[in-house]
């Protein structure tokens, strides 16, 4: 039996996500090349560990089940998207312009008054959630102190104003 008073820890956090890809350079391709994570390992053709600023590894890679594999039906249990997120509302701005030089498309950027996200696939129809927090104290909040979140159309034009700045 479980015991009905245990929280998690506040620091608990996900420390990392691992995919199932098809093709592993191509996945390769999207997140260090366009995302821009470095591969911290590497499992010959098979797995690449990948993160952002010399971490272990945030997102795994691999095909051992999946190699040439097509996507996993979008109408399927399964995950929904990977978020990653960015320090700064600055460098939502930088992926974004990054995103738009690339061509890349966008499947959705929202308002959530918490944070502010940018959506995509990857390669293989996975969802990817770029975003931002914004500082705790300018969460929206109810008159019971719960959080009011919701869901909005990101202003992206004035995203990109944060690269003027």
Not at 18 to 23: C, I, M, N, S, W
Not at 88 to 103: F, H, N, S, V
Request: charged share 20%.
């Amino acid at each position: 039996m479980t015991n009905p008073t245990y929280t998690a820890p506040a620091q608990t956090r996900i420390g990392h996500v691992h995919l199932k890809v098809a093709d592993l350079e191509r996945a390769i391709d999207f997140y260090c090349g366009l995302l821009g994570f470095a591969i911290t390992t590497r499992y010959g053709t098979q797995a690449a560990f990948i993160s952002a600023g010399g971490y272990h590894h945030h997102i795994g890679l691999n095909t051992w089940y999946s190699k040439g594999a097509p996507p996993a039906p979008r109408r399927s249990a399964g995950l929904f998207h990977t978020a990653i997120l960015y320090p700064e509302r600055r460098d939502l701005a930088a992926i974004y312009q990054r995103l738009l030089d690339a061509g890349y498309p966008l499947t959705g950027a929202s308002d959530h008054g918490v944070s502010e996200a940018l959506y995509l696939d990857d390669p293989d129809e996975n969802g990817v959630e770029l975003y931002w927090d914004r500082p705790e104290a300018q969460w929206p909040k109810h008159p019971d102190g719960s959080l009011n979140m919701y869901t909005i159309a990101l202003d992206l034009e004035d995203l990109l104003h944060e690269l003027a700045a």
